[in-house]
Nanobody, 115 residues
Framework: QVQLVESGGGLVQPGGSLRLSCAAS????????MAWYRQAPGKQRELVAV???????NYADSVKGRFTISRENAKNTVYLQMNSLKPEDTVVYYC?????????WGAGTLVTVSS
């Protein structure tokens, strides 16, 4: 059973920090590229950050310098460290695993940035 389970979302004040986790199971985690997406209501799902099997990373311009994606293959987990959070970061964040044409998605976790 393939599973991607996001956690770590919640309420945080502007300028604060939050770390999201995505725990994977049911597939060979280490050979999949991992990514974080986010989606606001009525909007297209946006790629936030991606990390390759070799550890290279890329970020959306909107989060560059504030967010950091990392992975710990021994724990089958990918993380998204979010710093200097802004109200516009208030969206549902989704974890994705990709291997060529095969994609797996998590159900998402909500981040709310508000005072």
């Amino acid at each position: 059973q393939v599973q991607l389970v996001e956690s770590g979302g919640g309420l945080v004040q502007p300028g604060g920090s939050l770390r999201l986790s995505c725990a994977a199971s049911g597939f060979t985690f280490s050979i999949y590229a991992m990514a974080w997406y986010r989606q606001a209501p009525g909007k297209q799902r946006e790629l936030v950050a991606v990390i390759s099997t070799g550890g290279s990373t890329n970020y959306a311009d909107s989060v560059k310098g504030r967010f950091t994606i990392s992975r710990e293959n021994a724990k089958n987990t990918v993380y998204l460290q979010m710093n200097s959070l802004k109200p516009e970061d208030t969206v549902v964040y989704y974890c994705k695993a990709t291997l060529v044409s095969l994609d797996y998605w998590g159900a998402g976790t909500l981040v709310t940035v508000s005072s």
